[in-house]
């Protein structure tokens, strides 16, 4: 049945039986054919059809939501069988932003570099910023940033999600409550990372949805690395806006607390970062792998 589930999943995305057969190289009546096949072995309708328009039935939706990750596992077990057969070499060039670099990616890179120990890699850290200055220069072949901004010579391709949290030390005062107005921020003492960093541009886009500002913060430093931000807070009775990804561990050691903020709530995305009509194998195939890798 996966010919008829691709053709479902076709017509289901288009909305449009003409598009989806032309998309498929079939005729509309073998389209049609197809999706009434479907709908008698389910023994559900799958679409409504008004004149010309059609649009999913509550079944045809949950059916497109199993055909999707149908299509995500076949797309794994493709990948992981030709992996077992395929000997890749060659040099690639990552770059990685200052929380990706030194918390997602190196556990990826062990486990990418026992299937491909032919494959020589580089990796340099620096802000998102940096990292798409050197994609630019082409310095580096791959990226792995995060932040709201853009830059139209790039294409992004989203990795995984992210938290940032508020951070203190357990001795804080305000460490035993548990929560704080979003007001209060400005009363705190803030360690905040530097200009071009895209935990900050991330941090500073959520705080204008509470109407705060980054001016309106009472900055106590800004600083340029994650672990140096850690740890200050040890010592010092600030508080700091931190990826989950960096502080995991320090959280089960109780070496730190989180503060709740009412009403804000910064989630992000990772995002793979190419430039625009590149489409070199070795960076396909990190980016393939650290799919599978983070899906397992």
């Known amino acids: 049945m996966l010919f008829e589930f691709q053709v479902f999943h076709t017509v289901a995305r ?9 998309e ?5 009546p073998a389209v ?11 023994k559900v309708k799958l679409f409504d059809r008004n004149g010309a328009r059609i649009q999913l039935t509550p079944a045809g939706s949950q059916l497109l939501q199993h055909t999707e990750e149908l299509f995500a596992i076949y797309r794994n077990l493709e990948f992981a069988m030709n992996s077992l057969t395929s000997q890749h070499n060659g040099h690639l060039q990552l770059g990685g932003s200052m929380t990706a670099a030194p918390y997602i990616i190196p556990p990826i890179l062990a486990a990418f570099h026992g299937r491909h120990p032919h494959v020589e890699v580089s990796l340099v850290t620096g802000n998102t ?10 310095e580096i072949d791959l990226g792995i940033v995060e932040g709201h901004s853009r830059n139209r010579s790039i ?26 107005r979003p007001e209060e921020l400005k009363q705190i003492p803030l360690l905040l990372r530097e200009p071009g960093s895209g935990t900050l541009e991330v941090v ?14 009472k900055k106590e430093m800004q600083l340029d690395n994650t672990e140096t931000m850690k740890s200050y807070l040890l010592h010092a009775p600030c508080m700091a ?11 089960e050691n109780n070496e730190c607390c989180i503060i709740d903020v009412k009403g804000l709530d910064i989630g992000r995305n990772f995002y793979f970062a190419r430039l625009q009509g590149e489409a070199e194998a070795l960076p396909e195939l990190f ?7 983070n899906g397992k």
Do not use: C, W
């Open 287 to 293: 980016m393939r792998f650290a799919m599978h890798y």
């Open 14 to 22: 288009r909305l449009n039986f003409t598009k989806a057969a032309k």
């Open 129 to 138: 910023g940096e990292i798409e200055q050197a994609l630019e220069k082409k």
């Open 32 to 42: 049609t054919k197809h999706i009434h096949k479907l709908e008698q072995h389910f």
């Open 204 to 217: 500073a886009h959520a705080l204008k949805g509470v109407g705060i500002k980054l001016s309106q913060l």
């Open 241 to 251: 806006f931190i990826s989950m990804h960096a502080v995991l561990k320090e959280l």
């Open 155 to 180: 294409r992004y391709t989203e990795f995984i999600k992210d938290e940032i949290v508020l951070v203190s030390n357990p001795s804080h005062p305000l460490a035993k409550k548990q929560s704080i």
């Open 24 to 28: 498929l190289f079939i005729s509309q």
